[in-house]
T-cell receptor
Framework: DAKTTQPPSMDCAEGRAANLPCNHS???????VYWYRQIHSQGPQYIIH???NNETNEMASLIITEDRKSSTLILPHATLRDTAVYYC?????????????FGAGTRLFVKA | ETGVTQTPRHLVMGMTNKKSLKCEQHLGHNAMYWYKQSAKKPLELMFV???????ENNSVPSRFSPECPNSSHLFLHLHTLQPEDSALYLC?????????????FGPGTRLTVL
């Protein structure tokens, strides 16, 4: 199974872009990259996912390198409410839910 | 609000008690999941149901017994738990169980076993 590596914590100033890196150097061609976040004592919240192309939605942008070995989640204008643990997950096709492996994630602190 | 609700939100039980956690999804999804999140540990997937049939069991002890009576409801029956089973138990649902499905999580049940 592909595993991900993320920095344990990051700081970001309110209003600035938060760029959260993820390394998935053993990713396979049929594996998607997902990002979730978990605000303290709540359930994880889906943010975005992608396979090869960069993706953008109302919450964030996902930049995947051409070799697919790493990706960056971008929160364009971080707010205090974006303080959370951010999980980068890779998940293969047709293998069911057990390949959804959450790591330790990155704890993002957004500061005023 | 994600469309996935869990009750109760908090539960304290003794090791000899029997209790059940309930999850309900209002999204029309076909797959439902139970996760366990212990303090300072990553989320652990426990069970997966697809179209009301258990499709995967991640070597969870038999003191945890899931039940999925229909596609909208999922239960986790608990009996003779241990203090180390104290954790946040999260339910999730998705349209189906394969990518690129997106899992929507409930708020969780904070369980304390005395």
């Amino acid at each position: 199974d592909a595993k991900t590596t993320q920095p344990p914590s990051m700081d970001c100033a309110e209003g600035r872009a938060a760029n959260l890196p993820c390394n998935h150097s053993t990713i396979s061609g049929n594996e998607y990259v997902y990002w979730y976040r978990q605000i303290h004592s709540q359930g994880p919240q889906y943010i975005i996912h992608g396979l090869k192309n960069n993706e953008t939605n109302e919450m964030a942008s996902l930049i995947i390198t051409e070799d697919r070995k790493s990706s960056t989640l971008i929160l364009p204008h971080a707010t205090l409410r974006d303080t959370a643990v951010y999980y980068c997950i890779v998940r293969p096709l047709n293998t069911g839910g057990f390949k959804t492996i959450f790591g330790a994630g990155t704890r993002l602190f957004v500061k005023a | 609000e994600t469309g996935v609700t869990q009750t109760p939100r908090h539960l304290v039980m003794g090791m000899t008690n029997k209790k059940s956690l309930k999850c309900e999804q209002h999204l029309g999804h076909n797959a439902m999941y139970w996760y366990k999140q212990s303090a300072k540990k990553p989320l652990e997937l426990m069970f997966v149901y697809s179209l009301e049939e258990r499709v995967e069991n991640n070597s969870v002890p038999s003191r945890f017994s899931p039940e999925c009576p229909n596609s909208s409801h999922l239960f986790l029956h608990l009996h003779t738990l241990q203090p180390e089973d104290s954790a946040l138990y999260l339910c999730a649902s998705s349209r189906d169980r394969n990518p690129p499905d997106t899992q929507y999580f409930g708020p969780g049940t904070r369980l304390t076993v005395l």
